[in-house]
């Protein structure tokens, strides 16, 4: 089974979700429009979430960071969570060019049987060495937080 996932676009518009800006901080807001609908797959103990998360680098940047999704039940658990350099390591961050937009494709396996209307998406950017996660932004450029919660629909 696979959550219908749908975009997470870039720039805070649409429907938001990851926005590089200068210094490498992360733009918050956003929804998954997954609708609530479970999608079946050939095994029924297969469940996952796939979303794809767009990246905008506002200037070069000199450290790789890694990108953290945590899928969270009603209860704010984490049913399945994937940590992960952008791109599942193809594209390193260092090498992103100032303007470019960056497709992160995401698949979280998920317990079997999970409601999609329940889930809640956290996601972010941390360096690895260090641990450190990036701010993430309103639209006006305030920090608000170190993550983006995503709403599932």
Same mark, same amino acid.
């Given at each position: 089974?696979?959550?219908?996932?749908?975009?997470?676009?870039?720039?805070?518009?649409?429907?938001?979700?990851?926005?590089?800006?200068?210094?490498?901080?992360?733009?918050?807001?956003?929804?998954?429009?997954?609708?609530?609908?479970?999608?079946?797959?050939?095994?029924?103990?297969?469940?996952?979430?796939?979303?794809?998360?767009?990246?905008?680098?506002? %200037?070069?940047?000199?450290? /790789?960071?890694?990108?953290?999704?945590?899928?969270?039940?009603?209860?704010?658990?984490?049913?399945? %969570?994937?940590?992960?350099?952008? /791109?599942?390591?193809?594209?390193?961050?260092?090498?992103?060019?100032?303007?470019?937009?960056?497709?992160?494709?995401?698949?979280?396996?998920?317990? &079997?049987?999970?409601? &999609?209307?329940?889930?809640?998406?956290?996601?972010?950017?941390?360096?690895?060495?260090?641990? %450190?996660?990036?701010?993430?932004?309103?639209?006006?450029?305030?920090?608000? /937080?170190?993550?983006?919660?995503?709403?599932?629909?």
């Amino acid at each position: 089974k696979v959550l219908a996932g749908g975009k997470v676009l870039a720039g805070g518009k649409v429907l938001a979700g990851g926005k590089v800006l200068a210094g490498g901080e992360v733009l918050a807001g956003g929804e998954v429009p997954a609708g609530g609908e479970v999608l079946a797959g050939d095994d029924a103990d297969d469940c996952a979430l796939e979303l794809t998360l767009y990246w905008q680098a506002q %200037q070069t940047m000199d450290a /790789d960071y890694t990108v953290f999704v945590h899928v969270l039940g009603p209860d704010a658990r984490i049913l399945g %969570q994937r940590d992960a350099p952008p /791109d599942n390591g193809a594209y390193p961050t260092h090498r992103w060019a100032a303007g470019e937009v960056v497709a992160d494709p995401v698949r979280i396996p998920l317990p &079997a049987n999970v409601s &999609a209307d329940s889930l809640e998406v956290v996601v972010g950017m941390y360096r690895p060495d260090t641990g %450190q996660r990036l701010p993430a932004l309103d639209a006006e450029g305030r920090p608000v /937080d170190d993550k983006v919660v995503l709403k599932v629909r």
